[in-house]
Nanobody, 122 residues
Framework: QVQLVETGGGSVQPGGSLRLSCAAS?????MAWFRQVPGKEREGVAS????????RYADSVKGRFTISQGDALYSVSLKMNSLQPGDTAMYYC??????????????????WGQGTQVTVSS
């Protein structure tokens, strides 16, 4: 199985930036980021194929967030710019054998990290 570890969460003021990283224990074909706030369903944020670099984004983050291959082997990063209070959530890294065409859906992913908190407030 693939183990995932997220880092980079923290607190930031509106308009600020953060970069999250997710390190996988081995190669897997698709990695993604989700976020969730208490009482709401988990939301797919972005995904990337770890070979071809094909990316998908939720409409709510297009133009602000960028998912890319990480600095380390078997890792991905999520650069978040122009953060707003609505981006406050627990952010989870997820992985699957391959990316599925369509929206980033939690049902398509079988491996999950423990999450890292992102808080945007003044």
């Amino acid at each position: 199985q693939v183990q995932l570890v997220e880092t980079g969460g923290g607190s930031v003021q509106p308009g600020g930036s953060l970069r999250l990283s997710c390190a996988a224990s081995s190669y897997i074909g698709c990695m993604a980021w989700f976020r969730q706030v208490p009482g709401k369903e988990r939301e797919g944020v972005a995904s990337i194929t770890t070979t071809g670099g094909i990316r998908r984004y939720a409409d709510s983050v297009k133009g602000r967030f960028t998912i890319s291959q990480g600095d380390a082997l078997y890792s991905v990063s999520l650069k978040m710019n122009s953060l707003q209070p609505g981006d406050t959530a627990m952010y989870y890294c997820a992985a699957a054998t391959r990316c599925v065409l369509g929206k980033v859906d939690s049902g398509d992913f079988t491996f999950w990290g423990q999450g890292t908190q992102v808080t945007v407030s003044s």
